[in-house]
């Protein structure tokens, strides 16, 4: 999406009041910042539902901005991850640490969990890697841990 001046300008003063924060895209292979396609999440979700309270809740992407937000508030720098055919949900930094986050509402069916977990065959590094759901079957693989989003937000750090 190309954004004119005027939009740029309104998503930085909404940025600067708090309301969104940016994740920049991360080029996982080149290892180096995108200056393009920024993603914008909430930092309060309750100002998602205001007059929107006759569209589908989307769950998924609920789901996406609480785990953005809660790896932020660990301190660690967030970015979206670009990969050739796709993106990796989430690159989290802190110093010299990096690990990959995959979000999805519940891995129902196979072709989701092929997503989730196929999104990871580009990123060829051994750094971790996670995928977080709702659900409460372990459907680790790979060396891809899958967590479920409670025990996510629940851990000690």
């Given at each position: 999406m190309i954004y004119s001046i005027v939009q740029l300008n309104y998503l930085d003063h909404i940025q600067t009041s708090l309301?969104?924060?940016?994740?920049?895209?991360?080029?996982?292979?080149?290892?180096?910042?995108?200056?393009?396609?920024?993603?914008?999440?909430?930092?309060?979700?309750?100002?998602?539902?205001?007059?929107?309270?006759?569209?589908?809740?989307?769950?998924?992407?609920?789901?996406?901005?609480?785990?953005?937000?809660?790896l932020r508030d660990r301190d660690y720098e967030v970015y979206v991850g670009k990969i050739p055919n796709g993106e990796v949900d989430f690159v989290a930094v802190k110093g010299d640490k990096r690990e990959y986050y995959q979000v999805a509402y519940y891995l129902a069916e196979q072709s989701v969990i092929d997503r989730e977990f196929g999104a990871f065959k580009a990123v060829a590094d051994n750094y971790p890697k996670y995928v977080i759901s709702m659900d409460k079957f372990d459907f680790s693989r790979d060396g891809i841990v899958h967590k479920n989003v409670i025990a996510f937000l629940m851990e000690v750090i």
């Open positions: 309301i969104v924060s940016k994740a920049q895209r991360y080029d996982i292979r080149g290892k180096q910042l995108l200056t393009t396609l920024d993603k914008y999440f909430l930092t309060d979700l309750g100002l998602g539902r205001i007059h929107n309270s006759g569209y589908k809740l989307e769950m998924g992407a609920m789901l996406e901005n609480i785990v953005y937000n809660e």
